[in-house]
């Protein structure tokens, strides 16, 4: 199975031409997301708390944005197998818009609920207090954040992944640096806290949007259109792109509300044991960027190719893709195991938050290989072949009918420790990938899904 797994240069150019930049990207961003709970925790356990449930109400959104920019990206990707600019402007103008109405919806939600949403995670008063404060001012980000998704993610479509790194690179860092000085008063400015990192996040957002608006349409690129170009479609065009996005965007939903349920079922346990589960979270995504610029490199790749009628090569890049990702995921959770004690030194937690964190991450290395096989099988193979039915009924199926309930029984019935709760939630990645690899053996997930378009 292995002989000429590393033999086609191509392949591998093109791969790490997309898989860097995107990896770069999500490890400035894990980086200092990290920085930013590391700046948190100095202000006292129960803000961090705060800050990670109220982040659940954006998780739920902003999973949904990438539910419709990924259904939008199987288009774009195939289109660009053709070099089909109009329909590429057009897909990219439904992303703006659905994502431009559910951004609209949850900040009504975070303006008028914030205190209903922080309930659905916690009891404790001081948090919802907290959480409260953060979600009202960060919600006015969300409608910037969606038109910036929609134009990131088409732009790895078209193999221009390194725009998008460098624009969050930019405004990553600027958030940082505004945390730094709001949090703690620095330089001067007042002393705010909680308030301070929300007002750091939402000035960051619109640096975002406008660097990256500014170089798209200074270039001139693919995705550089007028609105008129954007909005230039029909009931029956929508009905195609529904036909194969709907299910892409129902399984972010499901996926989403189920992670959810997973931080009400931690929350449940304690707001220690939450802020450690934020806190290896937090640790697990500065790991995962390479995986994750591999799952973004395979959708692209594979779509290009269904699009150009290379089905032979896209299942060739289906298989090496796999192989790879057992590979990967086995290094990335060997030294996320033997790195963990110096990484979460620098959070200054209490001892049991510290206890807690520390095998939750052991937890997550033990899983690793299967949750970076399950990432490259979803998103990167069954969904850009267009098989997005399947893959919302092995993902949505697994979650709610694994992880959710074991969740529940970990931590209400059986009381157990955080880190054997975040155990039991795991074992969904493993059900994942036992469905999921008879349904890459078949081919059955390869179509075109822009030839009749």
């Not at 997301?33 to 449930?53: H, K, L, P, S, Y």
């Not at 993610?153 to 624009?167: E, F, H, N, Y």
């Not at 995504?285 to 692209?300: H, K, L, P, Q, T």
């Not at 081919?443 to 009749?452: A, I, Y």
Request: charged share 15%.
């Amino acid at each position: 199975m292995l002989k000429g797994l590393f033999k086609d240069k191509k392949f591998y150019n093109t791969m790490i031409a997309i898989t860097l930049p995107i990896a770069l990207q999500n490890l400035i961003t894990s980086s200092l997301n990290m920085m930013d709970t590391v700046m948190i925790g100095r202000v006292g356990e129960e803000n961090i708390a705060a800050v990670g449930m109220a982040n659940q109400y954006f998780f739920l959104f902003a999973l949904l944005l990438f539910g419709i920019n990924s259904g939008a990206a199987i288009f774009i990707a195939q289109f660009w197998g053709k070099k089909d600019i109009k329909n590429i402007r057009r897909i990219l103008g439904i992303g703006i818009l659905l994502g431009g109405i559910v951004a609209v919806l949850f900040t009504f939600g975070a303006l008028a609920f914030p205190r209903l949403i922080m309930r659905v995670f916690t009891k404790d008063i001081n948090v919802i207090i907290l959480g409260t404060k953060y979600l009202r001012i960060v919600s006015f980000s969300y409608i910037i954040t969606a038109i910036s998704f929609a134009f990131s993610i088409a732009s790895r479509s078209i193999g221009q992944a390194k725009l998008p790194m460098i624009v969050s690179g930019i405004s990553l860092i600027a958030n940082t640096v505004l945390n730094y000085i709001l949090i703690f008063g620095n330089f001067g400015a007042p002393t705010l806290g909680i308030v301070g990192a929300a007002i750091a996040t939402l000035i960051a957002r619109i640096i975002e949007l406008l660097f990256l608006l500014k170089i798209i349409y200074k270039n001139r690129g693919p995705l550089a259109g007028k609105i008129n170009k954007f909005i230039d479609i029909n009931r029956a065009y929508l009905k195609k792109f529904f036909n194969t996005a709907l299910p892409v965007i129902l399984n972010e939903l499901f996926w989403s509300l189920g992670i959810t349920m997973y931080s009400v079922a931690y929350g449940r346990i304690g707001t220690g044991a939450f802020a450690a589960v934020q806190i290896a979270n937090t640790v697990q995504n500065v790991f995962m960027v390479i995986a994750r610029g591999m799952g973004s490199a395979c959708a692209v790749m594979i779509g290009n190719e269904l699009g150009a009628n290379n089905e032979k090569r896209a299942i060739e890049y289906a298989k090496r893709f796999s192989i790879l990702g057992l590979i990967i995921g086995l290094a990335i959770g060997a030294v996320l195991y033997i790195s963990a004690p110096f990484v979460l030194y620098l959070f200054g937690v209490e001892a049991e938050v510290y206890t807690n964190a520390y095998k939750i991450l052991g937890v997550m290395a033990l899983f690793m290989t299967f949750k970076v096989f399950t990432g490259i099988l979803i998103v990167g193979i069954l969904r850009s072949g267009g098989d997005t039915k399947f893959s919302l009924l092995l993902e949505g199926g697994s979650v709610w009918f694994v992880g959710v309930p074991l969740a529940f029984i970990g931590a209400l019935i059986l009381e157990l420790p955080i880190y054997w709760v975040v155990a039991l939630v795991s074992l969904e990645e493993i059900v994942k990938s036992l469905i999921g690899i008879p349904r890459i053996i078949s081919k059955k997930w390869v179509r075109n899904v822009v030839d009749q378009m």
